[in-house]
């Protein structure tokens, strides 16, 4: 089994910064992409940021130039860094990782922390 524990999350006011972090382990060959998701109240969950086993990133347009996503290939672990966050930061973050399993691929997701930014 493959899990996600993810940690960082919490209440900060506009214009700070907060790392989020996921530790995936369990039993696996390899993981592909890792990537943050987040959903808040009332919306859909949507990709904030992705990278793929290469290093290849992408981000969701809101983030740009904002958030920083980052993997440590030897601790199974990826990182968001956000900074100058806005109130429409808020909401729960999800870790997501495509692990591979023999000869499968599977989606796994973490349980979600809650991030609110406020003044």
């Known amino acids: 089994q493959v899990q996600l524990v993810e940690s960082g999350g919490g209440l900060v006011q506009p214009g700070g910064s907060l790392r989020l972090s996921c530790a995936v382990s369990?039993?696996?060959?390899?993981?592909?992409?890792l990537g943050w998701y987040r959903q808040a109240p009332g919306e859909q969950r949507e990709l904030v940021a992705r990278i793929g086993s290469g290093g290849d990133t992408s981000y969701a347009d809101s983030v740009k130039g904002r958030f920083t996503i980052s993997r440590d290939n030897a601790k199974n672990t990826v990182h968001l860094q956000m900074n100058s966050l806005k109130p429409e930061d808020t909401a729960v973050y999800y870790c997501?990782?495509?692990?591979?399993?023999?000869?499968?691929?599977?989606?796994?997701w973490g349980q979600g922390t809650q991030v609110t930014v406020s003044s």
């Open positions: 369990g039993s696996m060959i390899s993981i592909a992409a």
């Open positions: 997501n990782a495509e692990v591979v399993t023999t000869d499968i691929m599977t989606p796994y």
